[in-house]
């Protein structure tokens, strides 16, 4: 996830940075409304953290500027300012949350996953195809082909083989199958799984001179690279402003 973050009080911006990157996430650290604006505009962000209080342009301006200009992006507001007026006000600009200070860093980055989550939720959902090397599976018509060459595949082998699309490139365990394509929470000790990935590599991989589908033993399988089209330790300290 990356972050751009607008805060003008060194101490709170620094805190934040260290424990994004401490997370995992990039973050880009502007000090003032105008050169958060000039970020926003010019770069590609996944979340916004604009502090209410800024010098140059304030933070519900940046925010009314950014959405009158047709960008997306969730916001986060962070403000001292906690009164259900101000939260209202925030929200009414364009605010997707509004966090008031002093907050606990747990909470920050809690909210800021669920507003990364629910936006590539959206972008997975508005998907209509997906496309793995040669390979390609047309979420609407449900069509599989390739390289240009249709595949017949079951419902679920359809579903197996949409689950491994959607996450190319990385290992996809037993239990994952099991909760996603087929349901279960348990696993009910069959070779279920096995079964519909032999029907499924044989129809994907056979034929063809490179191999998709491959089994990382004792793992569990995954499916070539990262789709070519893909849409894209923490501290319980307090800060105040």
Known sequence: MHVLLVEDDETVGRFIVEQLQQAGHECTWKVDGVSGLAAARSDSFDVIVVDR?????DGLTLLATLRN?????????????????DRVEGLQSGADDYLVKPFSIDELLARLDVLFR???????AAQTELTVADLRIDLLSREVTRAGQPISVQPREFKLLEYLMRHAGQIVTRAMLLEHVWGYHFDPQTNVIDVHISRLRQKIDKGFPEPLLETVRGAGYRLGDAPVDAQPGTSTDSVSQ
């Open 53 to 57: 209080m800024l010098p140059g342009t």
């Open 69 to 85: 200009a047709g960008l997306t992006t969730p916001v986060l507001v962070l403000s001292a300012l906690g009164e259900v007026s």
């Open 118 to 124: 629910r936006v590539a939720s959206e972008s997975s």
